[in-house]
């Protein structure tokens, strides 16, 4: 059984460890929330990607339009111009001119009808990437709001639990207080019992000297320490 003024400890001890609780989850909420936002970034972007593939194939196929139109409009010319020459020689040459045009004419048609396939294809990667997107990015905007939401109410509770460490203190001697305060500073716990002679903190063995102010058997009224990790220490029975 602890001594009075130790059970006052544990008391702040307690609050302390809610307090610090509190203020690691308010800490953590804006960086789960940069989190939720990378991850809308990333759906917006893969959003993106799908977008800029089908504008790129429609850019083409806007591409090989005008070839093509360039190419038939050089057919008909040399065709015109073939209906009108008299010379053997000059007729064969156009007719090449006729055949090469009509060829490439052939090749820009293959390359436009393949990337109409593509784009078709990428019409609905992109429809269908867009919807299951969309509703990611909805949900993790649900994700933020959650825990903006959560973020508000830490803030309450953590002020409600700040109230209560400072009443908890008050009770304490300034002695007291310094000890704790420079215990803490290491990290919580604070006071931990001693089981089978050994330190509830660091789980060392105490001295005698120490076992025994922990029984409350000192002569100055000092609060005992463990000899290894310094914290305060309390007999368990």
Not at 66 to 88: D, F, M
Not at 145 to 152: I, K, Q, S
Not at 201 to 221: F, I, M, Q, W, Y
Request: negative net charge; contains cysteine; glycine residues 10%.
């Amino acid at each position: 059984m602890p001594a009075p003024v130790l059970e006052k400890v544990l008391i702040l001890q307690e609050r302390d460890a809610k307090r610090l609780g509190l203020e690691a989850q308010l800490k953590a909420v804006p960086r789960d929330i940069l989190a939720v936002e990378q991850k809308i970034a990333a759906e917006q972007a893969a959003i993106d990607g799908a977008r800029q593939e089908l504008m790129s194939l429609e850019t083409k196929k806007k591409l090989l339009e005008t070839e093509i139109g360039s190419a038939e409009s050089k057919l008909a010319k040399y065709r015109t111009q073939q209906s009108q020459v008299r010379k053997n020689d000059e007729y064969q040459a156009l007719g090449h001119e006729i055949d090469t045009t009509t060829g490439s004419i052939g090749g820009l048609e293959e390359q436009e009808l393949e990337v109409m396939y593509g784009i078709d294809e990428a019409k609905k990667r992109f429809a269908a990437a867009e919807a299951e997107l969309k509703a990611n990015i909805t949900g993790h905007e649900g994700r933020i709001r959650t825990l903006r939401e959560r973020e508000t109410s830490l803030a309450a509770e953590l002020q409600v639990v700040q109230g209560e460490v400072a009443a908890a203190r008050q009770p304490l001697g300034e002695p007291e207080l310094r000890q704790y305060d420079r215990i803490a500073g290491r990290g919580l716990p604070v006071c931990v019992p001693i089981r089978g002679g050994k330190c509830g903190g660091c789980h060392l063995k105490v001295s005698n000297e120490v076992e025994s102010g922990a029984r409350g058997k000192t002569s100055d009224g000092r609060l005992a320490t463990c000899d290894q990790c310094g914290r305060l220490v309390y007999w368990e029975s």
